[in-house]
């Protein structure tokens, strides 16, 4: 998979907005580009390397994860017990990368409050 494949499906997902928020904070941060729902980041990576991305999921997930490929480790400064990174192009099936992805997001819209998950809904039933 490349770069413009794995942009391409982050931001197909409803209401999913792309930022470089790290810019400033510490070297090179400004290449980090971010995928978020609702304010929070479900997904982000490096776009000069391009050879891994973080994502938000489940401690149980993330250590079977870990246990069974070599492309999955910790994150980039983010805390390994509700984060895992993931190589590109390593032993985990593109299939699976984009199913992690769907489930990272669906953690982070669901961690949202009750409130701003209905702002979102009706903002999306408008534009239809």
Known sequence: MDIEQFRACCLALPFTEEKTP?????????????FYIGGKIFCYFDLDKFDKCSLKSTPERIAE?????QAAGNPFNMSPK???SVAFNDDLPDALLLDLVQ?????VLASLPKKQREQLRQSGAARH
């Not at 790290?22 to 971010?34: H, K, M, S, T, V």
């Open 22 to 34: 790290f810019a400033g904070f510490f070297p090179n941060a400004r290449d980090i580009l971010a």
């Open 65 to 69: 994860l870990k246990e069974r490929y």
């Open 82 to 84: 509700y984060w895992l």
């Open 103 to 107: 489930g990272s997001y669906d953690l």
